[in-house]
């Protein structure tokens, strides 16, 4: 079904006929049940892999070891000990000439924030500074380069070449190749490794890890007994949130807008999918639906009256303000309000101050709103630097990275949501990334809502470009983005590495679903399938 533009008879609204939601109340009847059994089975098997993690003493096989329990989507069971092996690595020379060795050294250090040189290269290239031609038929090991070479952050031309030099080599390989190897690169050609969804990764590696040749079958088994298990409690979360959905209706009380709670929930197991998380992943997936839900009044709906009555009361911040609101409105409003209210009855009473960085979030947000439906109503055509600046905020990528700490324990402190509000660099490239991708991939589905110019044609008309010039622009910007995603992760602060990794983990599901799933959020039969596989369809033991 394709998505059409049409205007309401009844105060010359406009409004957008997306795609329905394509799940109705499914998840709140679906359950995946999870035997006793089974969880005790997980368990001594967990022991068994501890086990096997310490009593590995060869290098090469304790980081192939690593790799394939973080690849499997069972890491987190087992950081204390990934940690300790790491770190152990870190203080070793490692000396390899095989590609594949090399690189994986390099990219367990750098995923996980040790500092290292991607000067280890070096002795793959020729005295000319190109890579040498013998390492083209290297599959495994141009793969493993590929993938390294995606951490790259600034200042790091030798990554910048061998990116170069291993997705063309990938691509005249992959053909020639057998599974599940073909597999593993063509995905990666898409999406390198560490920008993809790991929940979403680990469920298909699951599936080819078991081909390989001498497939380890205690971390196999457990990896299997583990996603079935994270997948019930996922199925728990579903049905509760779609409860709260079916209760706030936005079906049939706010037609107009994106009905998107099971997607919002399936970006969300992006950012984090594991068991520990489980509070924070409800929150922000309700945050993230009625922040949609927001996005769709402004854009497409709302007269300019009620834009800047919603953006009053929304500052007011009080339940009686609502009355002069339009009933559609005040619906929106209140769900707003409610919804902050529940979040802090959730938090501890020490974790209570968390909810005020959420509701001046929403506000921030929706000022970038107002500020845009006035653009468009005056028939303003703003600045390039004008319109980037306000649609870095309407992304919502700043609220949404400070929303993502609310449900966290301990670990997110008042520092972290000063850190986070402050925008440092982190949070304004994973903004401009998130922008720059959607102006792009986005480009001619905004065009048919007839909304304000984006960033792209702002930028096009500034630099008299043609789209096709400009895009390219947006493309080396969202590199360039990435790079300091990059070296934000390896910079010291303050703030948890494990806050850190929600906003890389934010942009590279984003990454995902616009371009994996090609704009899976607006379209969603693109993105049906991985929802089945991650929710619906547990794995067999």
């Known amino acids: 079904m394709e998505d059409t533009l049409f205007k309401s008879e009844k105060l010359g609204r406009k409004s957008y006929a997306y795609q329905p939601n394509l799940w109705g109340d499914f998840f709140i009847t679906h359950a995946v049940p999870i035997q006793k059994s089974n969880k005790t089975r997980a368990d001594y098997l967990k022991e068994e892999v501890r086990i096997l993690i310490k009593s590995s003493a060869d290098t090469v096989e304790k980081m192939t070891l690593i790799d394939t329990i973080q690849h499997l989507g069972i890491g987190y069971l087992f950081q204390k000990e990934i940690d300790a092996v790491l770190t152990n690595l870190r203080a070793l020379t490692f000396e390899s000439n095989e590609l594949h060795e090399v690189a994986l050294y390099f990219k367990l250090l750098r995923q996980h924030g040790f500092p290292i040189s991607a000067d280890i290269f070096l002795k793959f290239q020729n005295d000319d500074g190109n890579f040498k031609t013998t390492l083209s038929r290297d599959a495994r090991g141009l793969l493993s380069l590929y993938n390294a070479a995606s951490l790259q952050i600034c200042d790091e031309d030798i990554l910048e070449k061998a990116s170069f030099f291993t997705h063309g080599g990938l691509k005249h390989l992959v053909h020639d190749l057998k599974s599940p190897l073909r597999d593993q690169v063509s995905r990666a050609l898409n999406t390198p490794l560490p920008k993809m969804m790991k929940r979403l990764e680990a469920r298909w590696y699951i599936d080819e890890y078991e081909e390989e040749e001498t497939p380890n079958h205690v971390i196999l088994e457990l990896a299997k007994l583990d996603f079935n298990i994270v997948q019930a409690l996922h199925c728990e979360e579903l049905k509760g949130i779609s409860l709260w959905w079916k209760d706030f209706n936005p079906k049939e009380k706010l037609g107009y807008a994106r009905d998107r709670i099971i997607e919002s929930y399936f970006f969300i197991t992006g950012v984090y999918f594991e068991p520990q998380f ?263 033991i």
């Open 278 to 540: 489980s509070r924070a992943r409800i929150i922000l997936a309700k945050v993230i639906a009625l922040a949609t839900i927001l996005d769709d009044t402004y854009d497409i709906h709302a007269t300019l009256e009620e834009c800047r009555q919603l953006a009053h009361v929304v500052e007011r911040w009080d339940k009686k303000s609502a009355e002069i609101l339009d009933e559609y409105l005040k619906l929106v409003y209140l769900t707003l309000i409610n919804l902050c209210e529940d979040i802090e009855n959730e938090l501890e009473p020490s974790e209570k101050y968390r909810a005020s960085y959420l509701i001046e979030g929403f506000k921030t947000l929706i000022r970038s709103y107002f500020q845009e439906a006035e653009w468009l109503a005056q028939g303003y055509f703003p600045t390039f630097q004008e319109r980037l600046e306000v649609s870095l905020v309407s992304s919502a990528i700043p609220m949404l990275c400070c929303a993502s700490f609310v449900g966290m324990g301990d670990v997110a402190t008042k520092e972290a949501f000063l850190w986070v509000n402050q925008n440092p660099d982190m949070v304004r490239a994973a903004s401009e990334v998130a922008r720059f991708i959607d102006d792009v991939i986005g480009y001619e589905r905004e065009h048919s809502l007839e909304e304000l110019p984006s960033v792209l044609d702002c930028y096009m008309k500034e630099q008299n470009m043609t789209k096709d010039a400009a895009v390219i622009r947006f493309e080396e910007w969202t590199r360039d983005g990435w790079r300091r995603l990059n070296q934000a992760f390896l910079e010291p602060t303050a703030v948890s590495p494990v806050l850190i990794e929600r906003i890389f983990n934010f942009i590279a599901t984003t990454h995902v679903l616009y371009i994996h799933m090609r704009n899976g959020f607006n379209e969603p039969t693109n993105v049906k399938k991985y929802i089945s596989l991650l929710y619906v369809e547990p794995l067999c």
